[in-house]
């Protein structure tokens, strides 16, 4: 699990991509720091597995669903990409629940400034849509955020020049891809409720509807 505070922004080195999937190395400081083989690093917002690291790189390596669901298929060397270590018990949750399971990607549409903030436009599927809900919790590329604005098509968020330094997020270009997990709360809430309703329609399969419908 992870809090969507980016920790630094590493640097990736080498992309060395198979038929669906990819082995991808990226040079780091801070989340380097204890690092042990098979630990989790949130990388561009996708909990992934140290698979090896020495003092200044980690490799990982992206399977077949990892690319389809997120933006890692269009890693090159020398790109910028945020990095946060797994959240330790004990660590103050300063962000929000993010587990690193991207729900799919979305597309940078605007940037707009207003005072010492910058409001940033993204468009989504519906599919995305459903989950996102004004002033909750969004993680953009890693980035633990509150929204501002949604409606059927996009949502906005707003950042402080703190996010702008410690993240990639304003190093986009409109028409870029960012991954999007949207909280979990939701997607959880829905399938309980899908869960309960499924009950309640075998509940009312009892004797007398099997009688009347010709099963008994």
Known sequence: MFTGLVEEIGRVES???????????????????GVKLGDSICTNGVCLTVTSFDSSRFTID???ETMRRSNLGKLSPGDE????????????????????????IGIIE?????DNAVWITVGASSEILRYVVQKGSITIDGVSLTVAY?????????????????????????????????DMIGKY??????AKE???????????????????
């Open 62 to 64: 992206a399977m077949a």
């Open 110 to 114: 605007d940037y707009q400034g207003e």
């Open 81 to 104: 990409i945020n990095l946060e270590r797994a959240l330790k018990v004990g660590d103050r949750l300063g962000g929000h629940i993010v587990s690193g399971h991207i729900d799919g």
């Open 15 to 33: 992309v060395l991509k198979s038929e669906k999937s990819a082995r991808i190395t990226i040079k780091a400081k801070t989340v380097l720091q």
């Open 198 to 216: 499924q009950v309640s329609v075998k509940k009312d399969i009892d004797f007398n509807f099997l009688s009347e419908n010709g099963f008994a």
């Open 150 to 182: 949604v409606d059927d098509s996009i949502f906005k968020v707003s950042i402080i020049p703190h996010t702008k330094d410690m993240t990639t997020l304003l190093r986009k270009k409109i028409g870029d891809e960012v991954n999007l997990e949207c």
């Open 189 to 194: 809430i829905e399938k309980f409720l899908g």
